[in-house]
C-alpha cells in the first residue's frame, strides 16, 4: 500500500500563495487518480481537487475554482496543490489521497483507499 507524506503548510495572509506537494511511496503511484481534501475545525473532511492517473484531467470544487491547481509528476511520485488568492475560509488541514480509480469523477472519502497525516493551512484575515 502506498503511503503519502504531505508537506508546503504554514501560514500566509489573505490573498496569498501556497504550494502543497504530496510524495508517495511503496506503491504503483501512476495507476491511480489522485486528489486532495480538507477539512476545518468541527467539520467533515471535504473534497478539493482531484486529477487522473495521467494527469490529463482535473476537477475542482466549486468554492476553488480558478484560484487552486491541482498537477501531478509520474516520474517524482509527487501530486501538488498549489493555491492563489487564499482566503481565511480556505483554512483548514489538507490531505492527499489516492483513489480506488483511476478516473477523476469520484469525490467521496470511501472512494479513497490512502491518505497522508495532513498539512495545515492556516490564512489570516
Known amino acids: 500500500q502506498v503511503q503519502l507524506v504531505e508537506s508546503g503548510g504554514g501560514l500566509v495572509q489573505d490573498g496569498g500563495s501556497l504550494r502543497l506537494s504530496c510524495a508517495a511511496s511503496?506503491?504503483?503511484?501512476?495507476?491511480?487518480?489522485m486528489a486532495w481534501f480538507r477539512q476545518a475545525p468541527g467539520k467533515e473532511r471535504e473534497f478539493v481537487a482531484a486529477i487522473n492517473h495521467g494527469g490529463a484531467s482535473t476537477v475542482y470544487r466549486n468554492s476553488v475554482q480558478g484560484r487552486f491547481t491541482i498537477s501531478r509528476d509520474n516520474g517524482r511520485n509527487t501530486v501538488y496543490l498549489q493555491m492563489n488568492s487564499l482566503k481565511p475560509e480556505d483554512t483548514a488541514v489538507y490531505y492527499c489521497?489516492?483513489?480506488?480509480?483511476?478516473?477523476?469523477?469520484?469525490?467521496?472519502?470511501?472512494?479513497?483507499?490512502?491518505w497522508g497525516q495532513g498539512t495545515q493551512v492556516t490564512v489570516s484575515s
Open positions: 511503496g506503491g504503483t503511484f501512476s495507476t491511480y487518480a
Open positions: 489521497a489516492e483513489s480506488t480509480y483511476f478516473s477523476v469523477n469520484h469525490y467521496s472519502t470511501q472512494d479513497f483507499q490512502s
